[in-house]
């Protein structure tokens, strides 16, 4: 079987425990099998990434003991590679324009459509849109109505985590309402949403498995879709557990706290960090004599 996985982060923080249970479960799982194991930088967010917080990856997983290939991928410098994806939903009728802001949307949604409507749904006030009125500061936005359309066979994916184990159908409802029409191109020309440069290039880095946080397997089906719409395979998605705060909160990038960089600096080791999200030690498998 060939298995190739990688772990993308944005670095726009420092990694903490989550991070590293995700990274060293997806490089365990590609070595338990000869895979490959690729690590990317997803850094399409100018405002908010960091050179520092991208070499204090490279550091902090390099003292876990992971070990890619490189030169890793850095999506700020495939840019062009995006807005041609982009481009291709927009020639296919897939995307449009919008200029609301949040405040627009959230005015729209009040009443008197309030509780007909899913709160978070992009009311479509710009659906109507043509790319050819496409203004500096637009977002792009995917008309999944149509997209559903273009789409005939049923779509699914298979999930082999232990949480949503399974082949997972996509329900066309609850894509239409409740993740609605995403933004795909963000308001900043030439940038693209998380969501798509993802697919783009889990394809261009022939990812097989998709080893990452079941705070992502929601955002799953808008992938599946936008890989049938633009003729990319599905890869198998394995969605882990969370690393929990002591309250059972998901630890963000704001939970300093629970950096790497703060383990290291109080002398812990990756084994003592492996302990802590539940990992086997490196040692447990050649006991001490
Ligand atoms: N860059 C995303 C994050 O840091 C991960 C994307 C993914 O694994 O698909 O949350």
Known sequence: MTFVTRFAPSP??????GHAYSALLAH???RDVNGTFLLRIEDTDTSRARVAWEEQIYDDLAWLGLTWRTPVLRQSEHLERYNRALMQLAADGLVYPCSCRRSDIRAALSAPQEGVIEPSVYPGTCRHRQMSSRKPGDALRLNMARALERLEAPLSFVDTGPIHTGTHA???D?????TGDAVLG?????????VLAAVIDDAAQGITHIVRGAD???????QVVLQHLLDLPTPIYHHHRLIRDDAGKRL????????????RADCATPDDIRAMVGLPSLFEKNPRE
């Open 252 to 263: 963000a990038k704001r939970d300093d706290a629970r950096a790497i960089a703060k383990y």
């Open 28 to 30: 365990e799982m590609a």
């Open 170 to 172: 996509i329900d066309p």
């Open 186 to 194: 963000r308001k900043e020309i030439e940038t693209v949403s998380y």
């Open 174 to 178: 609850t894509l239409l309402h409740q």
């Open 12 to 17: 726009t923080g420092p990694l903490h425990l």
């Open 216 to 222: 992502l397997f929601d955002t799953t089906p808008l």
